[in-house]
């Protein structure tokens, strides 16, 4: 069975996909997923070669075919999300119907199942792409949810279960998960079930708060977490608090990546930091690296901890 680790932060911006890209090179090869599928951009550092792509269908929406609609008011009645309105247009029987509001329906099918008629679609809607791709680092599974769509902690959940399907028929070992930022239900979905977690905090007001949400998130899965503090030289004493109450929170810190110009020019060039650069952060996350290696490592084969 693959392990997963999923690299997480409070919020967007934190360097999250930088340190992420970072890990996986330096440990290649690894199966990586990118889990931020609302603004997936892993793959603007490693330039995959697409080898597969289809399209993904998440959650299901309810329509009414107006001529079958005989106007009783049941589905609007019964609909918890007020998503149903009288105004659709008339036909042969009745001078107006009922319409569902789309962005409103929330596709639990209920007013499928009472309509006495029979009068309402119910299909499952076209909400991304997932795809399947070579990197120089290994395999790796991404996704791309259309703008406006729902449900990107089902499609999470797909490209994750896409990245096991890779690492079982590659034999990795690792799979790395770009998780998305925040905490609400892609954060959960990139969570449940990974075996480590890695979170990517600035040594901020804002950036401690961020990480107080996240370390309460991930404390409910009881899996070994750690902390990265990036940019930790812009404010070396708030670095120090957040290591600290990384500490007093369960997490354990595991280093500290500075402020490089040479992270905007890695970028740039689609490049990860360590193979941009050597010294500065290319040398902090060496040794990041060298620190979750170890404990990977006894996460994987717990027999040789001592
Ligand atoms: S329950 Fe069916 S028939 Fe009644 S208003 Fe709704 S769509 Fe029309
Ligand atoms: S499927 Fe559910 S949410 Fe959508 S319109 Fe019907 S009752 Fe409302």
Known sequence: ???????????????KTTVAAALAGLSAPVVLADADVDAANLYLLLDPEIRRREPFFG?????????HCTACGKCEELCRFDAV????????????????????CEGCGVCVHFCPEEAIDFRRENTG?????????????????????????????????????????????WIYIDGPPGIGCPAIA???????????????????HDMQRIAALIDHFQIPCFLCVNKWDLNPALADALEQE???????????????????????????????????????????HSALRQALAEIANPQTQT
């Not at 997480?8 to 911006?13: A, D, N, T, V």
């Not at 959650?59 to 001529?67: D, E, F, L, S, T």
């Not at 490089?260 to 500065?280: C, H, L, S, W």
């Open 59 to 67: 959650g299901y929406k309810a329509r009414i075919r107006p001529g």
């Open 129 to 173: 792409e997932s795809y399947v791709s070579s990197t120089r680092f290994g395999p790796m599974a991404h996704a791309r949810l259309i703008p406006g769509s729902e449900n990107s902690g089902k499609l999470v959940t797909h490209v994750r279960e896409k990245a096991r399907e890779l690492a079982q028929a590659e034999r990795l070992d």
């Open 85 to 104: 309105f009288f105004d659709g247009p008339g036909n042969g029987r009745v001078p107006r119907t009922f319409r569902i509001e789309e962005t409103r």
């Open 190 to 208: 990139a969570v449940t079930g990974a075996d480590a977690a890695l979170v990517v905090a600035e040594p901020t007001v804002s950036g401690q």
């Open 246 to 288: 990384a500490r007093s929170l369960g997490m354990r810190p595991s280093g500290r990546v500075r402020y490089d110009a040479a992270v905007v020019e890695a970028m740039m060039r689609k490049q990860t930091v360590p193979e941009r650069a050597r010294a500065g952060a290319g040398e902090d996350l060496r040794r990041l």
């Open 1 to 15: 069975m693959p392990r997963e680790l999923v690299i997480l932060s409070g919020k967007g911006g934190t360097g």
